[in-house]
Every structure is written in C-alpha cells, then in structure tokens.
C-alpha cells in the first residue's frame, strides 16, 4: 500500500513537473522540447491516475485476508413464492428486498493481483455486487417473472469495472465474479454469508435454514 501511494504521489508531481516545461517551452519556441515534456506529462498523468483509481477501489472496497463473515440474510415469506430479503451488513443499515422464486443468489466483484502488481502487496478485495431469486424449475425459471437487485456502490473511479472492460491497460489486476451456490429461500431461514478468497459462501445460520438445505436436492459449501 505504501509503495502504490509513493508512486501515485511521485507521478502526480512529475505530472506537473512537465507541464510546467512544456508551458515553458512553449513561451520560448522550443517546440521539440515542449513536444517531449508534454509526452512526459501525459505519460506521469496516466500513472498518477491509475494509482489514484486503485486507491479509491483499494479503500471503497472490502479487504480479503482470509475468509470473513460479510453479511447475513433473513427470508420473511409475504406469498407463495415471493418473499421479504433482510440483508444485514455490519457498520450499515439494514436492507430490504423483495425476491420472488424459491431460491436466492448473491454475487460479488472480486479483484486478485497478479505479477507485475502483486510488488504493491495489496490484499485482494471485494464489494458486493447483486442479489437475486429463481426458480428452481427450469420451466417456470424461463417463463416466470425474475428479480435481481444491484448491491454495488457506484463510483466513477471503480477498478474492477476498468479491469474488465480494459484488461490490456490492467496487467496484473484479475477482475471476477465471486458467486455462493443458489440455496433455498423458506420462511424465518437465516444465512451467513462469508467470503474467501476467491468465492461467496453460504451457510444456514438458524434451524429454518438447515431444514431447508437439508430437504433440498442442490449443494451448498
């Protein structure tokens, strides 16, 4: 982390740096020079602002140092097939969504480093990306009405977003979908949901939500 805001800061004063020649430059009708400075202006703007997104995705996202319990979710049945999602994160209010099926999903942004990007020492890390229902019936999963929330911050300077549009401009930075396996969604059943490095986790967390793994035909980690 130290060694990411040393060089963001080193290439935001050389940034200014060559602008200051190239001006200079330009008043003095040395225009091969002011030609090299503005060169390497914009390559030290590329730079500090690379680093400078990094940093806001690096602090506006969670860490990963090891597997971590990043929320829980509570199901209250309003009919049938259409149930109440109460999503507690610690440190934030309580959310509330409505899911219809009789499975619920959720998904995570996840970014890893790679060489050459891991010299920085950065943890990997997440946000919280969507949540969402289905139908365990594939044919009622085709016709039926679905819903999908977004859990994600918005943000102009967003890493993950970059990497994956841009991935030739982002060497070293592995942006992916962490995902926890569709499990049940009955009434009163509680889930912990953790992450670990790479993926969600989901684990029934009271005796409705045990039971309902426990009659269900899918898996569950």
């Known amino acids: 982390m130290g060694l990411l805001v040393a060089i963001s800061l080193i290439a935001a004063f050389l940034t200014f740096h060559f602008l200051f020649r190239a001006m200079l430059c330009v008043r003095r009708r040395r225009i091969i020079r002011a030609g090299g400075s503005g060169i390497g202006c914009l390559v030290s703007a590329a730079i500090a602002g690379a680093g400078a997104m990094l940093l806001l995705s690096y602090f506006s996202y969670g860490r990963l140092t090891e597997e971590q319990l990043v929320s ?19 440190g934030t209010d309580d959310r509330f969504f409505i899911l219809r099926g009789n499975e619920w999903q959720m998904d995570a942004r996840i970014v890893t480093w790679k060489p050459p990007m891991t010299i920085l020492g950065l943890d990997p890390i997440y946000q919280l990306d969507r949540l969402s229902g289905r139908y365990a019936e594939i044919d009622r999963e085709r016709h039926e009405a679905r819903t999908v929330h977004s859990l994600a911050m918005n943000s102009p300077a967003d890493v993950w977003k970059f990497a994956r549009r841009f991935p030739f401009l982002m060497p070293g930075v592995d942006a992916h979908y962490g995902t926890a396996t569709y499990v049940p969604m009955v009434d009163g059943a509680r889930y912990d949901v953790s992450m670990s490095r790479d993926a969600l986790l989901a684990r029934p967390a009271n005796d409705q939500a045990r039971a309902a793994v426990g009659d269900w035909s899918g898996t569950i980690e």
């Open 72 to 90: 829980r979710i509570e199901f209250r049945r309003i009919s049938p097939e259409e149930f109440q999602a109460r999503l507690m994160i610690a």
